[in-house]
């Protein structure tokens, strides 16, 4: 509930010499005198106290005609400090004609005054003869030992605590009536989340009853499956040329492991191979020469040479 919060204090006790023999029963009965009255120091009313701790035992003597001892202590308060907007809930105790009484936390008055109740509520008393307060349109009743919730409207900060409420602000009013509201809330929700379901499968058999509907999704089986072929046809090339590449890498390797005087015996061979073409290709022109060479040309050459061996007879005699 709204309005009850723990606060961590510094209290100062004072202590008649009396209580010097039971220093920690003086303190108990100065913190019970706390209790249930409003505190302008803690800003509301202290409910309870626990985690009692005494900062000193060395008391200093106050001077004066009343010589009482001065103790510094440590203490969690539970505090109860309503402030107007808050809501609170409380038991009805009282029903009127002009207001709705009600006790919170079985110790604090409030009260709902007739102005503070939604117009459509009406006093009346039931067959027993019990006064109540009713709706006219939703059922919502409050009655005598009714919970209720209220949105606090004011606070009067006395010795004791003043509050007075509002049931015309949303979600107030009787908590079983506010409970049976949601349930019913949450029933209503629930079924229409059921109606929606079922309209989706009522959609769901109609679309697949309708052949053109089915024929899209045949199309559309179809386009898949055809996707599916293009990308499987795509992934084997794709490993092919990764395999391509990898038997690239082997032979790259090989190469560079090859020894050199292998390397330099293959280039030899291959000179070799070179000459022996050029000198038979040569042998093949040689031959197609002497083939197409004229017997007629032949003979003069022959001529010529006889002729110049007879000149240089000659000139030897003389």
């Not at 009396?18 to 220093?23: E, G, I, L, N, P």
């Not at 073409?277 to 003979?299: C, R, V």
Request: aromatic share 8%.
């Amino acid at each position: 509930m709204d309005g009850l919060t723990v606060a961590k204090s510094m209290l100062s006790a004072y202590l008649h010499p009396s209580r010097t023999d039971d220093v920690q029963q003086g303190v108990l009965q100065l913190l019970n005198s706390l209790l249930l009255r409003y505190n302008e120091e803690f800003d509301g009313v202290v409910l309870a106290y626990y985690d009692i701790k005494i900062c000193n035992w060395t008391a200093k003597i106050l001077s004066g005609f009343s010589p009482y001892l001065n103790l510094k202590l440590k203490a969690k308060l539970l505090l109860f400090s309503p402030k107007p907007g808050m809501v609170l809930e409380g038991k009805v105790n009282k029903v009127e004609k002009d207001y709705i009484g009600v006790i919170l936390l079985g110790i604090f008055n409030a009260a709902v005054a007739f102005e503070d109740i939604p117009e459509e509520f009406c006093y009346q008393d039931n067959v027993v003869g019990i006064p109540l307060w009713a709706s006219t349109s939703s059922g919502h009743v409050i009655t005598l030992g009714s919970t209720i919730k209220f949105v606090v409207k004011s606070v009067q900060e006395e010795s004791f605590l003043d509050i007075s409420g509002s049931l015309k602000p949303p979600n107030t009013g009787c908590v079983n009536w506010l409970l049976s509201l949601s349930e019913k809330g949450s029933t209503v929700l629930e079924a229409e989340r059921k109606i929606h379901k079922e309209d989706r499968k009522r959609e769901i058999r109609t679309e697949n009853s309708d052949p053109k509907v089915n024929d899209g999704h045949r199309v559309h089986r179809e386009f898949s499956a055809d996707h599916s072929h293009e990308r499987e046809h795509k992934h084997t090339s794709k490993r092919k040329r990764n395999n391509t590449d990898a038997e690239v890498k082997d032979v790259g390797t090989v190469s560079e492991d090859f020894p050199a005087n292998q390397f330099h015996e293959r280039d030899y061979k291959h000179k070799l191979k070179r000459k022996r073409n050029d000198t038979d290709s040569e042998i093949k022109d040689g031959g197609t020469g002497s083939i197409e060479f004229p017997a007629d040309n032949f003979l003069e050459t022959k001529y010529n040479h006889k002729s110049k061996r007879k000149k240089n007879d000659i000139d030897a005699d003389l």
